[in-house]
């Protein structure tokens, strides 16, 4: 008998979601374990100045708990944690989570026909084995902060800080701060240190495409009027995520169809590009040159006329090496600086697909088989060769631009596995290789009509890729077929026993 039924890896939105679809179905023993000391995921671990959500929270939050009580059309990064707090609560999500416990690896034990997942706490403590007959990772997407590999950084002798590791101690007021970076977290971040900065310069490798944010408080009477007739929020819901899908998903995924869309986006980010930027060479310098959508592109009315002030200075001609006082860019100029700030994203495919080591049926280790023989994995949730197993963060597994497009597919693909395990009186699933081929072959052809294959994107870097410059991290289809997918997908798919 294992110590879990189920044991889900992260107490993000991710991770509660599952719980929640598992708990529908009836299942108790399921364990949520958390390496950080508190529920929530991004929203709990990022605290940089200007956090917030930049997808409108009518569509960022799950469709089964709307919140009326928005104060902003743009959620804020705090009241973002507190919504992970009120699910967790309703959905009495609490008593299955264990913080401060990190998960260093799960082996698959063929005679048991369970996960045996090695543990150890945060911090001091012995590494500890638990058993599981079910294994989910919720580890996210942007949860492994990536340290840039630039000449000296070790050196710096000032502060440095990560933006996912901010350190609200850090003195900025009046500071010559640096940040390298210019992803949607630094365009985020940007405008805010420029109002404490003595100087601010912005080390920008690569421009990124910036539309306006419609964003505005909430007012209190709209509120009332979504928490009593709930029908206006869904409506608004609607509206919204038809907008995203038919500029961002639409424009990027079905390039090749929508060519006019991915034009028509990139019109708008040029022309509030003119509106906000008054120095022609700043304007040339923030213009991409890579089309809409080859990597994320971002939302603010802010960043923009940082660069006029003149307190900011934009460097672009590339970082040459750090030493313990500054940067120095290719071009030998010098800069000094008291802060150092790291906004440069995440290490998704070193180090986060899969977050823990995974060795499945036969020893085989599900990091380096994908690192080696490609990436897979059939609707983005389960792979052959490694039963009872769920890997919500998987390649082609992201539908949508709001996450919780994402986390509401999977969570319907669990109910329909975990049901019919259940009236099967089966205890072990597993994807067969076919369906997992298949899919994989439906995603590649799918990936023929995107800007990746057909737009210009040689000079986008982006998380997005892998290591050998494959763009497999999204699902290369619109959310309503993602959406129609989950509920059709052959159960016979999956091999149950
Ligand atoms: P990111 O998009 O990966 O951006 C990292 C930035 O650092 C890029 O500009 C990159 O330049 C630069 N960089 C990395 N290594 C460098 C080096 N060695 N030298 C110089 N520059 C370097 O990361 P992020 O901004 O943290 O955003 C990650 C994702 O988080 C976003 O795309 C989004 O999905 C999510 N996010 C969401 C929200 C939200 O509100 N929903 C807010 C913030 C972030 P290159 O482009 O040249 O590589």
């Not at 010559?176 to 940007?190: C, D, E, F, K, S």
């Not at 007012?219 to 907008?243: D, I, L």
């Not at 994402?406 to 693909?413: D, F």
């Not at 990746?452 to 290591?467: D, K, Q, V």
Request: proline content about 5%.
């Amino acid at each position: 008998m294992a110590d879990h039924e189920i044991l889900i890896i992260g107490a993000g939105f991710g991770g509660m979601g599952a719980a929640i679809s598992l708990r529908r179905l009836g299942y108790e023993s399921i364990a949520i374990l958390e390496r950080e000391d508190d529920l929530g995921g991004t929203w709990h671990v990022n605290r940089y100045p200007g956090l917030a959500v930049d997808i409108a929270s009518v569509t960022y939050s799950y469709s089964f708990e709307p919140n009326p009580y928005w104060k902003h059309w743009f959620a804020r990064g705090p009241e973002l944690k507190r919504y992970a707090e009120h699910v967790a609560d309703k959905y009495d999500l609490r008593r299955h989570m264990e913080f401060g416990v990190l998960v260093e690896g799960a082996r698959w034990d063929e005679d048991e026909q369970h996960w045996v997942v090695t543990t150890r706490p945060v911090g001091k403590g012995r590494r500890k084995t638990r058993t599981a007959r079910y294994l989910m990772t919720a580890t996210g997407f942007l949860s492994q902060p990536k340290l840039p590999d630039i000449e000296g950084v070790q050196d710096f002798a000032g502060t440095v800080v990560h933006t996912a590791q901010w350190d609200d101690s850090a003195d900025l007021d009046g500071k010559r701060i640096a940040v390298i970076g210019t992803g949607a977290t630094a365009v985020q971040l940007i405008p805010k240190l420029a109002k404490r900065a003595g100087h601010l310069t912005v080390f920008q490798r690569t421009p990124i495409w910036v539309t306006p944010k419609a964003d505005f408080r909430i007012p209190g009477a709209v509120q009332k009027v979504f928490a009593a007739q709930p029908w206006t929020q869904r409506a608004a819901r609607t509206v919204n995520s038809a907008w995203l899908e038919g500029m961002m998903v639409t424009a990027v995924l079905h390039y090749k169809q929508a060519k006019a869309l991915n034009a028509g986006a990139a019109a708008l980010a040029k022309a509030h590009l003119r509106r906000q930027v008054k120095d022609p060479e700043t304007r040339r310098k923030l213009t991409p040159d890579y089309s809409f959508g080859c990597k994320r592109p971002t939302f603010s009315n802010e960043y923009y006329p940082t660069f006029n002030r003149p307190n900011v200075t934009l460097e672009t001609a590339g970082i040459s090496h750090i030493t313990p006082s500054g940067i120095v860019s290719r071009d030998g100029t010098s800069y000094d600086v008291d802060v150092l700030v790291l906004a440069t994203g995440f290490n998704l495919w070193d180090t986060n697909f899969p977050a823990i080591e995974v060795i499945g049926r036969d020893g085989k280790d599900l990091g380096k088989s994908w690192r080696t023989h490609g990436y897979h994995a059939f609707e983005g949730v389960t792979v052959a060769g490694y039963p009872n197993f769920v890997s919500l963060n998987s390649p082609y597994s992201y539908s949508g631009l709001s996450y919780f497009m994402t986390i509401e597919v999977q969570m319907r693909h669990l109910e329909r596995l975990f049901g019919a395990l259940r009236s099967r009186g089966s205890r072990t699933f597993e994807i067969t290789e076919p369906a997992d081929r298949a899919f994989l072959d439906h995603m590649l052809e799918r990936m023929d009509d995107t800007v990746f294959n057909r737009g210009s994107c040689a000079t986008a870097r982006s998380y997005y890729y892998t290591n050998e410059g494959d763009a497999v991290l999204l699902r290369p289809t619109s959310s309503a077929n993602a959406r129609k997918a989950v509920e059709e997908f052959d159960l016979e798919a999956y091999a149950f026993a």
